[in-house]
């Protein structure tokens, strides 16, 4: 489980350590960074992926996501006796994201590259592309060097052998590329194989589609789905996966609890597959085409959280979008039960499925606030946050 995750410059999250258990809930006002910790989480398991230079590029370059504000306030500046301004700096541009759990940690800093002093007929075109400047996984919650496990500086990674002396790998990695994909040797680097997979099961569900031409209210080829896609366009597959193979006394508990007296089920023809939901007082079943926002947004999120393969990390991204406030309290207990078999983090705005989740037995919520620009934990001084440290280039 992740015990830790760690952002530094990146949008408003100049330097924030958030402190995690098996059930977390980020909260806070509009504005407040609840948005960057999302994209900064899942930019954390693009590493994974070998996309975290593409989706930034997505973002504009790292020129657009890096901290705005100056690299340190002084103290005149907090006390308002003095206004923002900009001064020298001192450290190197840089985005790090890292985390750390129960056996490993890891770490990766971003930065710009260098000057290019080619003539302009022989400079590179992919001037806005970072820099990895460097990547370690290392042993516990805290980097030390004595816990350092691989090391990647520049183009070079090094790694410990049994008797813990450094070795270097005799192949270089491009600046572009996380060593997370392209270094895969299980008997130098087993940590580095353990913790890739590890983050590469991470999922992340954000905004459902569910309008008329919403490919889950179509039918689908249906085939074992026991994880839902992003968009949700295998919807009637994953239900019936979970009713075949998982467990179909929870999907039917939660239809029921949300919708009292109604019932879901599949119909099927020629291979393709289709919800259909038969509601109390109606003579007929409605066909996906037919259901409200509302109701497919939430079986969306019901096959989502009912899986019968959980992940390590499940991170939903303001679920209660569409959903009438009536139906949080169930989704707040489905968000519980997924939580027994996975690490869950929710990112929310909803007074009542943050209320009803606060109850829940092992949950904690995360307030972000704003100061200065800079987001932060609204309790920061009243809690006892996790040591961390940052891998110095």
């Given at each position: ?10 949008r ?31 930019l ?79 400079r590179?075109?992919?001037l ?6 460097r ?10 060097p ?16 049994e ?5 270097t ?13 392209e ?55 994953a239900l ?45 079943p ?39 406030p ?28 943050i ?17 200065f ?21």
């Amino acid at each position: 489980m992740l015990r830790t995750l760690a952002i530094a410059g990146y949008r408003s999250l100049r330097e924030l350590i958030v402190p995690l258990g098996q059930l977390n809930v980020i909260t806070g006002a509009n504005g407040s960074g609840k948005s960057s910790v999302y994209r900064s989480l899942r930019l954390l398991a693009e590493t994974a992926r070998g996309g975290v230079i593409t989706s930034l590029a997505r973002e504009g370059g790292l020129q657009s996501t890096l901290w705005a504000g100056p690299e340190r306030f002084s103290r005149a500046v907090l006390a308002g006796e003095l206004p923002v301004e900009g001064t020298r700096r001192n450290e190197p541009v840089s985005l790090r994201l890292g985390f750390s759990g129960d056996e490993f940690g890891y770490s990766i800093d971003l930065g710009l590259p260098p000057p290019d002093d080619h003539p302009p007929e022989t400079r590179s075109k992919f001037l806005l592309d970072p820099m990895i400047k460097r990547e370690c996984i290392w042993s516990g919650p805290v980097v030390r060097p004595s816990a350092l496990l691989v090391d990647r500086r520049g183009a070079a990674i090094h790694t410990r052998d049994e008797q813990g002396d450094w070795q270097t790998v005799p192949q270089p990695v491009a600046s572009f590329d996380s060593m997370m994909t392209e270094f895969s040797d299980p008997r130098s680097a087993p940590e580095m194989i353990t913790v890739r997979e590890q983050i590469r099961s991470w999922r992340f569900y954000d905004h459902f589609r569910t309008d008329a031409e919403a490919a889950a209210r179509l039918p689908q080829i249906g085939t074992h789905t026991p994880v839902l896609s992003n968009d949700g366009a295998d919807l009637a597959a994953a239900l019936q996966t979970i009713r075949e193979i998982g467990d179909p006394v929870a999907l039917d508990t939660a239809i029921d609890d949300a919708f009292p007296g109604s019932r879901l089920d599949i119909a099927t023809q020629d291979g393709r597959f289709e919800v259909s939901m038969q509601q109390h007082g109606l003579l007929r079943p409605l066909k996906g085409a037919e259901l409200s926002d509302g109701t497919l947004r939430y079986l969306l999120l019901v096959a989502a959280l009912l899986t019968p393969r959980p992940p390590a990390l499940l991170v939903l991204n303001e679920p209660e979008t569409s959903l009438h406030p009536d139906l949080l309290p169930a989704l707040a207990r489905l968000i519980a039960r997924a939580s027994m078999h996975s690490q869950v983090l929710v990112v929310s705005h909803a007074a009542r499925l943050i209320a009803a989740l606060e109850r829940e037995d092992g949950s904690q919520s995360i307030v972000l606030e704003k100061h200065f620009g800079a987001t932060r934990i609204a309790d920061a001084d009243d809690r006892d946050l996790p040591p961390w440290k940052w891998p110095a280039r």
